[in-house]
């Protein structure tokens, strides 16, 4: 699914954007999505989303959330681990409200 501003459609007069689109039609309204510009992950669960640790590191195992760094990124195996048990879990809800429910700010309903 692409993420981007123009792959936004209207349903029921409220803007979706796509993530929330294809977590609907495919994963019954949950997903998880690497957003790779902004190298992210995306929870998503109906309308509600939240950014997830991203499954790249550098070499000191930090992440660099928007690319801005441009130093070189690898793969994390202990996050894809952890992301995948998130999904076989079923717990992508509940860990979007606890984020969500201690984050200073948080993502629009249906913007991704």
């Given at each position: 699914a692409c993420a981007g501003p123009?792959?936004?459609?209207?349903?029921?007069?409220?803007?979706?954007g796509a993530c929330t689109r294809h977590a609907r039609e495919c994963g019954g309204g949950v997903?998880?999505?690497?957003?790779v510009h902004q190298s992210?992950?995306?929870?998503v669960d109906g309308a509600y989303a939240a950014y997830?640790?991203?499954l790249y590191l550098d070499a000191h195992g930090e992440e660099d959330r928007g690319l801005r760094r441009g130093k070189?990124?690898?793969?994390?195996?202990?996050?894809?681990?952890?992301t995948h048990r998130l999904?076989?879990?079923h717990a992508v809800p509940?860990?979007?409200?606890r984020?969500?429910?201690?984050?200073?700010?948080?993502i629009r309903m249906s913007y991704f």
């Open positions: 123009n792959c936004r459609r209207e349903r029921d007069g409220v803007e979706e997903g998880i999505f690497y957003l992210m992950v995306l929870l997830h640790p991203s070189p990124l690898f793969l994390n195996e202990q996050r894809v681990a952890a999904w076989l879990a509940v860990t979007i409200s984020i969500r429910a201690s984050a200073s700010s948080v």
